[in-house]
């Protein structure tokens, strides 16, 4: 069947048909399959010898199978092929169900389907055959009243019958339902084996053949193929590209996130997860804060928080983990996402004596309890220390072989950038609060409290929130720009994007 099926399809193409030509084409083979399905003739029918109504120019005839034949008429009497069975519904696997015609019997002299064709005739056969006109009236005089007799018997049958036949339609349909969905539908594709082996290959990981340094982000839409794919020692040569391209300013960032994705794309897809994967991360999340792509960082963030579980490395490798799980609770701070928060509290309970978590702790306490006095003061300090080298911060230094992720930075200098974003939103806070409580404020008294190094940053600062108006000598009218300031400070709750945008 599925070479005839072939075989039809490639003679409709050569036959050039037009768009309802294959339209009928289609019909009449899917009314074909559907006989033979539903006939259960797949095995019994000679497909060598089957052929199409179309195909002999007959484009509105239904199709037969090869197998049936004319069955033996009675005498006067002919069956129309319309349909193999009687009084049954054909089942259809492309639609619910079809209203298979039934046989009429016809007469040669007659137009009019008999419902009792037994009857009639015997009725009309009384007497002899050269009867006289006497006897043929009386027959005719008996005819409708036997029929006047019959008809209420028969309404009577045929309602005890349409009532049986509802409820087997009823458990046929349930069968049918049932033995639907537990089979799949007949596929006239590719063989079985070919789909198997497919499938085996999507799930089997590629191993990259593709020799360049450089190459585009593209989003998969197929299966990758290999000659587009670079393999883990070409990887590791284009990350030493890209880091000495940063570290000389030849590299934009654009150019820098486009390759990274590019590189983690090719690890996926061929299933690494080493210690490699984790640094691809680990570079493109410090670029992320650098250059402020809290997306960027997010899915890095999300990436490397599974990596450090999942990875092909062990516990003693992911020396950087309370590093950058510091820098994703501190992005859920700026997000607002203080149920992530909590959670990565409880999991990474056991480093809580670590200085990245440590430190991270604090903030999140001073940020919920409102204490911007002293979150300004660690701020400070840890500013004092990234840009001097000095004071009470003394962080872990950066393990040997992975140098060059300091990126020409202090080590703190990433942890500090994300800082800066939670010190703005809370700078904002305290000024609604400070407007709230007081009618008039000393710029002075107002730039220790906002953690200011100078007045003259806050000056700036003031310019930036469109509120200098308000400044008079040196005092600052909060009564009149507090609701310029309650403005800015509803903007702070603004939606995040799918991938982590503010």
Not at 270 to 290: G, P, S
Request: glycine share 2%.
């Amino acid at each position: 069947m599925t070479e005839f099926i072939s075989s039809s399809f490639q003679k409709s193409t050569s036959l050039n048909y037009n768009t309802v030509q294959k339209e009928q084409f289609q019909a009449q083979l899917k009314d074909l399959i559907n006989k033979a399905i539903s006939e259960n003739k797949i095995l019994r029918n000679d497909w060598s010898k089957q052929t199409l109504p179309i195909f002999a120019g007959k484009p509105f005839e239904r199709p037969t199978l090869a197998c049936d034949s004319l069955r033996p008429t009675r005498s006067g009497v002919t069956l129309s092929l319309k349909s193999t069975d009687t009084h049954k519904r054909a089942k259809n696997v492309f639609a619910e169900e079809n209203n298979v015609p039934e046989y009429s019997a016809k007469t040669p002299n007659s137009t009019k389907t008999s419902r009792i064709p037994a009857l009639i005739p015997s009725i009309g056969s009384t007497g002899s055959s050269t009867g006289s006109s006497a006897s043929s009236s009386t027959n005719s005089s008996k005819r409708p009243a036997l029929e006047a007799r019959i008809a209420p018997m028969e309404k009577v049958k045929k309602k005890k019958s349409d009532v049986m036949l509802s409820e087997d339609r009823k458990k046929l349909r349930a069968q049918r339902f049932e033995r639907e969905l537990s089979t799949p539908p007949p596929q006239f594709g590719p063989s079985d084996d070919t789909v198997e082996k497919d499938e085996i290959d999507q799930a089997r990981p590629i191993i990259g053949t593709n020799q360049t340094l450089e190459k585009k982000y593209l989003r998969l839409t197929s299966q990758p193929l290999p000659e587009n794919v670079r393999p883990i020692g070409v990887l590791e040569k284009t990350l030493k590209m890209l880091t000495n391209k940063y570290l000389s300013g030849s590299g934009t960032y654009p150019y820098l996130c486009d390759q990274l994705k590019s590189i983690r794309q090719d690890l996926t897809v061929q299933h690494i997860r080493t210690l490699f994967t984790i640094e691809i991360y680990e570079f493109h999340a410090k670029l992320a804060i650098e250059f402020k792509d809290l997306g960027e960082f997010n899915q890095c963030e999300s990436q490397l928080k599974q990596l450090y579980e999942t990875a092909d490395t062990s516990v003693e490798e992911h020396f950087s983990q309370p590093e950058y799980m510091s820098y994703l609770i501190l992005y859920h701070v700026i997000t607002s996402n203080y149920q992530e928060v909590f959670m990565l509290k409880l999991k990474y309970q056991h480093m809580k004596n670590n200085f990245f978590f440590d430190l991270t702790y604090k903030i999140v306490d001073y940020c919920l309890a409102d204490n911007y006095f002293e979150l300004f003061k660690l701020y400070a300090m840890l500013k004092n220390t990234v840009n001097t080298s000095s004071s009470g911060l003394n962080p872990p230094p950066i393990h040997a072989s992975k140098s060059w992720l300091k990126l020409k930075k202090h080590p703190l200098w990433f942890y500090l950038q994300l800082l800066e974003m939670i010190v703005s939103k809370e700078r904002i806070k305290t000024l609604a609060t400070i407007c709230k409580a007081y009618r008039m404020i000393s710029l002075e008294f107002l730039s220790a409290q906002l953690g200011f190094d100078s007045q003259k940053d806050l000056e700036e600062y003031l310019e930036k929130l469109q509120i200098k108006e308000f400044q008079t000598n040196e005092t600052l009218e909060c009564f009149k720009c507090k609701h310029v300031v309650e403005t800015a400070k509803g903007r702070l709750y603004n939606r995040v994007d799918i991938k982590g945008q503010i």
